[in-house]
Each structure stands twice: as structure tokens, then as C-alpha cells.
Nanobody, 119 residues
Framework: QVQLVETGGGLVLPGGSLRLSCVAS????????MGWYRQPPGKQRELVAS???????NYADSVKGRFTVSRDNAKNTVYLQMNSLQPEDAAVYYC????WGPGGIYDTWGQGTQVTVSS
């Protein structure tokens, strides 16, 4: 298993930027997929971006060209750089770790960090 702690949320003006960090309690280099999800008020949780242990990235259409996911295995940290933020990006953002096979089977969530986009 792994524990995840997200930081970096906050209030930002439309057009602004934030960088979210997700620190894991163990080595992430072999975790199959690390992802960022978000849940706007009254809506379901949705995938924002993910990155595999091999470095393959995937993005929701709504954030392509604005958000970038990356990982620093030496720091056990996954990042989400968010640029050109819009009010519709406001949500609680969650970090997720999925693994199967060697290393164990788990689907673990962090506690979430609030992102508010408002003027």
C-alpha cells in the first residue's frame, strides 16, 4: 500500500497558474499509474491526467495544452502544473495510485486539495 498527500491548492484568478504536488509514502518508480482526478461541486469525480511508470501521459480533453503531469521518482512526488486556469477548473483535486502485479494490488487516494478559480 501507499499513502498520498496532496498540496498546492488555493485561490487563483482566471488565467492564473497553480502547481499541485502529490507526495507518496514509498518509492513510486514502480507504481503502474499515478493520476490526478478532480471533483467539482455536485459532480462526479473525473480523470484529469495520468502518468505511467514508463512515463506515458494521458490527459482529459478539457485540459490538454493547459495542464502537465510529471513525476520525480527521486522525491516520490507527482506534479500537476495547471496553466490558464478557468472557473470550470475549480474542484477538489485528488491524487491516485494504481498498482497491480509485483508490489501489490491497490487503488489509493489522497485526501484532496481544493482549487478555486475566481475573480
Amino acid at each position: 500500500q501507499v499513502q498520498l498527500v496532496e498540496t498546492g491548492g488555493g485561490l487563483v484568478l482566471p488565467g492564473g497558474s497553480l502547481r499541485l504536488s502529490c507526495v507518496a509514502s514509498k518509492d513510486i518508480s514502480r507504481i503502474k499509474v499515478m493520476g490526478w482526478y478532480r471533483q467539482p461541486p455536485g459532480k462526479q469525480r473525473e480523470l484529469v491526467a495520468s502518468i505511467t511508470y514508463a512515463g506515458k501521459m494521458n490527459y482529459a480533453d478539457s485540459v490538454k495544452g493547459r495542464f502537465t503531469v510529471s513525476r520525480d521518482n527521486a522525491k516520490n512526488t507527482v506534479y500537476l502544473q495547471m496553466n490558464s486556469l478557468q472557473p470550470e477548473d475549480a474542484a477538489v483535486y485528488y491524487c491516485n495510485a494504481k498498482n497491480w502485479g509485483p508490489g501489490g494490488i491497490y487503488d489509493t487516494w489522497g485526501q484532496g486539495t481544493q482549487v478555486t478559480v475566481s475573480s
